[in-house]
T-cell receptor, first 113, second 115 residues
């Protein structure tokens, strides 16, 4: 059973560029959440997708947007990249009727120069 | 609103010694509580969780945690540390009443195990 898979694992961008990160949830999961983890910090909630809609959003600007596809996979898009966007971006999947346990991918490490 | 405070950004123990990682939470409703572990260059993995029922929760790799409502704490313990326990540990709290269960994470505690 494949767990949560994310791509790419590493990428380098320059300020002002745009980036798209991808996530495939664990089999049987219908909910995808995205987190930003800066170096030495805990994961910060960006948003959660369920039934192809953004269900809840954390305190992130509109430059951060996402999408969920009918097969439950998801994308995170960040526009107009800033140096401060450099971080590990984690995708986590869960089952809507579960108890909140999240299954995480290994993350996409974004470096903005 | 909910929040988590993890006391101590780093905890250092000798192999075989007791591991104690502290977590205090703030929540306006009875919370769900979690401990996750993150090994270098990996995502987070669930160690254990408390939802309802027994307040002493056992998890993987010999870890356990006790929910103490009066102290708003959920400290993680392991009787005997192994070198392989060296990792970053995150405590998280979520509100089960809203339906989305989105957890708020603490800043993490780095566990260092000395031979």
């Amino acid at each position: 059973d494949a767990g949560v898979t994310q791509s790419p694992t590493h990428l380098i961008k320059t300020r002002g560029q745009q980036v798209t990160l991808r996530c495939s949830p664990k089999s049987g999961h219908d909910t995808v959440s995205w987190y930003q983890q800066a170096l030495g910090q805990g994961p910060q909630f960006i948003f959660q997708y369920y039934e192809e809609e953004e269900r809840q959003r954390g305190n992130f600007p509109d430059r951060f947007s996402g999408h969920q596809f009918p097969n439950y996979s998801s994308e995170l898009n960040v526009n107009a990249l800033l140096l401060g966007d450099s971080a590990l971006y984690l995708c986590a999947s869960s089952w809507d009727r579960g108890s909140g346990e999240l299954f995480f991918g290994e993350g996409s490490r974004l470096t903005v120069l | 609103a909910q929040s988590v405070t993890q006391l101590g950004s780093h905890v250092s123990v000798s192999e075989g010694a007791l591991v104690l990682l502290r977590c205090n939470y703030s929540s306006s409703v009875p919370p769900y509580l979690f401990w996750y572990v993150q090994y270098p260059n990996q995502g987070l993995q669930l160690l254990l969780k408390y939802t309802t029922g027994a307040t002493l929760v056992k998890g993987i790799n010999g870890f356990e945690a006790e929910f103490k409502k009066s102290e708003t704490s959920f400290h993680l313990t392991k009787p005997s540390a192994h070198m392989s326990d060296a990792a970053e540990y995150f405590c998280a709290v979520s509100d089960p009443t809203g339906g989305s269960y989105i957890p708020t994470f603490g800043r993490g505690t780095s566990l260092i195990v000395h031979p």
